[in-house]
């Protein structure tokens, strides 16, 4: 499980870090949205393996820790709000310019 | 067990609370900006009186929820955070009063208020938290509604600042996220106190030095340190003013102050200090030469602010890497007094650009519009300005001090040479704006504009507190000799958040 949750996380970030360097802002964007999924599954599989059974459930085995969910739940929160401010202002910038490509939004120089 | 008190969660949520309140004032701009500075000046109160609790009773602390650190949410209150909050709930305060004698667009908008005091209360629980996800979260919470706030700016370029900005801001977040993930996997809690206590009781664990590099990233780059600092001067400059003048003087100090407790409470041993140490004192040496240089080359007088900002943090960097208590304790003081000529600073050039005739801060179109202006804002920008260039009688030279001081402790020359010929550069260019726009004969066209004409009651202030605090420094001193003597101790912080029978609580 371990084998298979290090290889997810390394492809979402590989796959992020290429979304974010594209030219383009919604693109970069998304490539936000893979990136902050490829935490999330970090942050899960941290604490997320030890146990056999739920938290506070059963007593009698090893339980899983709660707390890396909790972590999880707060971070996907915030995460999504900031990625919708993000689409929001992106959305904004596309109807001023008429585009969304990096090279034409670049009125801020020097 | 240090006492509760009550008063930390005014200071932290009463904003949030007066956001929501001014947002039920939707379309009364006027009733809504009085709120928020009402609210200002009843959080600033809070803050004074949990420092001065802090200077009577030691370290105070409360317990959202009631529920046993290191298991719940937990508020501390000691001298660094409450010296920080009380700086940072000044300027706010500040920032709220000039937004009542504004006349931009932006401070007609109905969220301007909401958003603002949502920052104060993302700055403000920032400084106040004793655990890094809550830290997380209310950085958060400051990062968005100051993004929100530049993209609603008078300026049409702050949309593509905020945009910027937020980017690189998630980006800083994401390393924040890996630290975290890092530091939870290394100790199995993310309270300060029990970090703290873990690394001083046994040996290092696994992935203690990758979440300390993840950390000092994050910390630099909400800070602008020199390889992170190219989103802040355009996120600053193009910001409405009340909020440039936050912006600039106290939210790049949550940065600074997470890097002086990862050095002083978090990675307290050899290995991971020397790191971040190292990286501290290089870093800052960089940001100092290029903020300084970058100032004097600006082509706008609040980017030559902004980027006179980027120096001033490398100095406040110098301080936390020599990591001496007199090195810190300068350090506090150079913070603490930075907040003050800075935002005055920025009121000032402010209120002298709504007086232009495209309401620019570019150079080319400033100069002699301080004519139409009373004569003693002249006198306080020049104040402002010598202040900024460490010159005797005003606090900018007591910070300059201390900071010069500790710096022949340690033994380095090369980086003393530097921070004084920084402050040299720094009277050059703040004499010059001067000139230019308080001596200069003012052009036809600045003479005929109508103005917007913004109320410089609150940079007056400002200064004034400026001056007293050169002329009376001794209380701001003590004071951060005393914090300094304090933070160097992590026990005492540990044992005043844990208690003393914590170490009889067992972890898996």
Same mark, same amino acid.
């Given at each position: 499980m371990n084998l298979v949750f290090a290889m997810t996380v390394g492809i979402l970030f590989g796959l992020g870090v290429y979304q974010l360097l594209r030219r383009d802002l919604i693109k970069a964007a998304m490539g936000f949205a893979l990136l902050f999924t490829a935490v999330n599954l970090l942050l899960l599989a941290v604490g997320a393996f030890d146990g056999t059974v739920p938290a506070? @459930?059963?007593? @009698?085995e090893q339980s899983s820790d709660p707390l890396v969910q909790a972590l999880i739940l707060t971070a996907i929160v915030v995460s999504f709000g900031s990625y919708a401010l993000l689409l929001g202002l992106v959305n904004i910038v596309s109807t001023r310019f008429g585009t969304a490509r990096t090279d034409d939004v670049n009125h801020l120089q020097n | 067990m240090a006492p509760t008190n009550s008063l930390i969660l005014l200071t932290v949520f009463l904003p949030l609370f007066g956001g929501v309140l001014s947002l039920l004032l939707w379309g009364r701009h006027k009733a809504q900006r009085y709120v928020g500075f009402a609210v200002g000046v009843v959080a600033w109160m809070a803050s004074v009186g949990v420092l001065w609790m802090n200077w009577q009773d030691g370290i105070q602390i409360y317990r959202l929820g009631g529920w046993q650190p290191p298991f719940g949410i937990i508020l501390v209150a000691d001298m660094l955070s409450s010296l920080f909050v009380v700086m940072s709930t000044t300027v706010l305060m500040m920032g709220l009063l000039y937004a009542i004698g504004c006349n931009d667009k932006v401070v007609k908008h109905p969220t301007f208020t909401t958003l603002f005091l949502a920052m104060q209360t993302g700055l403000v629980g920032a400084l106040y938290t004793g655990d890094l996800f809550t830290l997380f979260v209310f950085m958060e919470l400051m990062v968005l509604s100051s993004v929100s706030l530049v993209a609603i700016?008078?300026?049409?370029l702050g949309l593509e600042a905020a945009i910027k900005y937020l980017f690189i801001s998630s980006m800083g977040t994401l390393f924040l996220l890996l630290g975290i993930a890092a530091t939870y996997s290394a100790? &199995?809690? #993310?309270n300060f106190a029990d970090i703290g206590q873990i690394l001083a009781s046994s040996e290092r664990p696994f992935l203690a030095r990758e979440a300390a590099i993840m950390l000092t990233a994050a910390f630099l780059l909400k800070s602008a340190v020199f390889p992170f600092h190219f989103w802040q001067p355009d996120f600053h400059t193009t910001a409405p003013t009340p909020v440039h003048a936050v912006l600039s003087s106290v939210v790049v100090k949550v940065g600074v102050y997470g890097l002086i407790r990862m050095t002083t409470l978090l990675f307290t041993s050899e290995i991971e200090l020397e790191i971040i140490r190292t990286i501290l004192l290089v870093l800052g040496t960089i940001s100092i030469f290029f903020g300084s240089l970058g100032a004097f080359r600006t082509y706008d007088g609040k980017r030559m602010l902004a980027y006179s900002t980027f120096g001033q943090i490398g100095f406040i960097l110098l301080g936390i890497g020599w990591g001496t208590p007199l090195a810190l304790a300068a350090a506090f003081v150079y913070a603490f007094n930075h907040a003050f000529i800075k935002s005055a600073l920025l009121m000032l050039f402010g209120v002298v650009s709504s007086r232009t005739e495209n309401k620019t801060a570019n150079l080319s179109e400033v +100069? &002699?519009? +301080?004519?139409? #202006?009373?004569?003693f804002v002249g006198v306080l920008y020049l104040l402002g300005g010598l202040s900024l260039a460490g010159? =005797? =009688?005003?606090n900018g030279f007591i910070s300059k001090l201390g900071l010069v001081q500790s710096g022949i402790d340690a033994e380095m020359w090369l980086t003393l040479g530097l921070a004084v010929g920084a402050g040299i550069l720094t009277l050059m260019y703040m004499t010059r704006t001067w000139q230019l726009v308080f001596q200069q004969q003012p052009t036809d066209s600045t003479a005929a504009v109508k103005s917007?004409?913004?109320? =410089?009651l609150a940079p007056a202030l400002l200064i004034s507190a400026c001056v007293a605090l050169g002329l009376f420094a001794a209380p701001l001193v003590d004071f951060a000799t005393a914090t300094a003597e304090q933070i160097i101790n992590a026990p005492i912080y540990i044992e005043a958040v844990l208690g003393t029978e914590s170490s009889a609580i067992s972890r898996r």
């Open positions: 506070y @459930t059963d007593q @009698t | 700016s008078d300026n049409r100790f &199995g809690t #993310l +100069g &002699g519009v +301080g004519h139409s #202006l009373p004569a010159v =005797p =009688p005003m917007y004409n913004d109320n =410089p």
